[in-house]
Nanobody, 116 residues
């Protein structure tokens, strides 16, 4: 089973940027489709972006044009570059592996807080 460890969260002012990282263990990382989810207080966890093993990407409408998901197979890491952050982006962000579009393994999450 893949182990996932997120990092890079923090406190940032509106309009600022953060880059989240998700380091994955295991030799099959390059074959996994990967995703970032987020969960705000009192809300359901929602998909933010995903990337396939062939580097196709998909984004939630709320982050299109502001967030970019990419991966480095040599470092077994997937990233989420977040620009033009808004207070409504405040959430715990989770990295996940996907199988047939369903999340299978989760990281522990990293807190992102955007102040207005």
């Amino acid at each position: 089973q893949v182990q996932l460890v997120e990092s890079g969260g923090g406190l940032v002012q509106a309009g600022g940027s953060l880059r989240l990282s998700c380091a994955a263990s295991g030799t099959f990382f390059r074959f996994n489709n990967m995703a970032w989810y987020r969960q705000a207080p009192g809300k359901q966890r929602q998909l933010v972006a995903d990337i396939t093993s062939s580097l196709s990407t998909n984004y939630a409408d709320s982050v299109k044009g502001r967030f970019t998901i990419f991966r480095d197979i040599h470092k077994n890491t997937v990233y989420l570059q977040m620009n033009s952050l808004k207070p409504e982006d405040t959430a715990v962000y989770y990295c996940a592996t996907l199988s047939a579009g369903v999340p299978r393994s989760w990281g522990q999450g990293t807190q992102v807080t955007v102040s207005s």
